[in-house]
Each structure stands twice: as structure tokens, then as C-alpha cells.
T-cell receptor
Framework: EPEVTQTPSHQVTQMGQEVILRCVPISNHLYFYWYRQILGQKVEFLVSFYNNEISEKSEIFDDQFSVERPDGSNFTLKIRSTKLEDSAMYFC????????????FGDGTRLSIL | GENVEQHPSTLSVQEGDSAVIKCTYSDSASNYFPWYKQELGKGPQLIIDIRSNVGEKKDQRIAVTLNKTAKHFSLHITETQPEDSAVYFCAAILNTGNQFYFGTGTSLTVIP
């Protein structure tokens, strides 16, 4: 069964550095998402992306964050000037259509900021 | 935005018994309600979903019910097995957007 893959599984970075989290969505999916889960808290929406544009973003997704689809298969989340509070599990998801459709999640990248 | 509450936070059942997890939502514009199972070290896996025009949906041992008037939906797992042990998340999406609003999760333990 097709699946969303994320790399790396664990990323350790010094505070203030930039990180790029990578995702390969399911190949025939058109809508892509990033969520994060701080330890012990809810899974929170960050951003959705369609047709090379951000279609929706949350208050969390400020100027520190950016997303890109650099080629036909990858979807990336860049976090600039990382802070301690950016430590979390970051999940990528994709779906065939938007709205009331299932989103399929990857296994996540655990980001640890030191 | 939407607010999804989930109960209980932990649940232990004997193998073979049923498990019920409940969620409430706040915005009547929500129209799609998926349930995800998350095993240790893995991402959330969709196990069942329901749309707002349906009151109940069943898939083998798993069922979901939706009460739009009361704004709550529930996951029912019958004949539980040890491999059902995991964290379960409910979610809701507004009919105007793409983001899922998740509950806080329920850690289910099935005791052999």
C-alpha cells in the first residue's frame, strides 16, 4: 500500500540553526500538509499546500517556517532560527482531494533542539 | 476555530471486551470525522471515518457513531485484541477548510 515517507526520523539541531524536514507524499496525491505534536499535547495543524501554493496555514506557521515542493516528489518544511520550543514530532500528510477526505500520515520526524 | 475534546485519556479493557472512546466538537460546520490509530514510533493511521450525512459506519470490529445535534462522535471497538493496544485520535474538519482538528488522544491497553 502506498505510504508517506519522512526523513530523517530524528533530527538534533542546535538552537538558532536552520532545519529542513523532508517528505515524499503518496504519488497521486495533490494536497500536502504539515502537522506537529509537542510531547503530551494535541497534534496541531501547521500548513496545507496545493498547486505550489500555501492554501491554508495556522497561527503557528509564522515567518520562521516555509514549505516548498522542490521537485515532483518531495515536500519540505524549513524552520529557520530554531528555538527550544520547536522541539516536537513533525508529521507530513497527503490527500487526493481537499476537504472531507482522509489524510494519510507519515511516521514523523522527531526534532530535538538543544 | 474548531475545538475537539476526547475522553477518556487512558482506557484499559480485558481482551474480548468492547472499548468506547468519545469525542465532542464545537463547530456545527464540521462535516468529516476520521479516527486514527497511532502505534509506538509510527504515524497516525486512518482506521475509520464518517461524514456528517451519516449516523453510523461499521468496518468489521470497528464502528463509529455520529450525533450531529449533540456534536459528538464515538469509536466502538468490539472483541478487542492485544494488537488493538495503541493511542487513538479523533479529528474533525470544517466544511470550509483543510485542517484537521485533533483530540488529545486515548491510550488504549488491551489486557490479555
Amino acid at each position: 500500500e502506498p505510504e508517506v515517507t519522512q526523513t530523517p526520523s530524528h533530527q538534533v539541531t542546535q538552537m538558532g540553526q536552520e532545519v529542513i524536514l523532508r517528505c515524499v507524499p503518496i504519488s497521486n496525491h495533490l494536497y500536502f500538509y504539515w502537522y506537529r505534536q509537542i510531547l503530551g499535547q494535541k497534534v496541531e495543524f501547521l500548513v496545507s499546500f496545493y498547486n505550489n501554493e500555501i492554501s491554508e496555514k495556522s497561527e503557528i506557521f509564522d515567518d520562521q517556517f516555509s514549505v516548498e515542493r522542490p521537485d515532483g516528489s518531495n515536500f519540505t518544511l524549513k524552520i529557520r532560527s530554531t528555538k527550544l520550543e520547536d522541539s516536537a514530532m513533525y508529521f507530513c500528510a497527503s490527500s487526493e482531494q481537499d476537504g472531507d477526505q482522509p489524510q494519510h500520515f507519515g511516521d514523523g520526524t522527531r526534532l530535538s533542539i538543544l | 476555530g474548531e475545538n475537539v475534546e476526547q475522553h477518556p485519556s487512558t482506557l484499559s479493557v480485558q481482551e474480548g471486551d468492547s472499548a468506547v472512546i468519545k469525542c465532542t466538537y464545537s463547530d456545527s460546520a464540521s462535516n468529516y470525522f476520521p479516527w486514527y490509530k497511532q502505534e509506538l514510533g509510527k504515524g497516525p493511521q486512518l482506521i475509520i471515518d464518517i461524514r456528517s450525512n451519516v449516523g453510523e459506519k461499521k468496518d468489521q470490529r470497528i464502528a463509529v457513531t455520529l450525533n450531529k445535534t449533540a456534536k459528538h462522535f464515538s469509536l466502538h471497538i468490539t472483541e478487542t485484541q492485544p494488537e488493538d493496544s495503541a493511542v487513538y485520535f479523533c479529528a474533525a474538519i470544517l466544511n470550509t477548510g483543510n485542517q484537521f482538528y485533533f483530540g488529545t488522544g486515548t491510550s488504549l491497553t488491551v489486557i490479555p
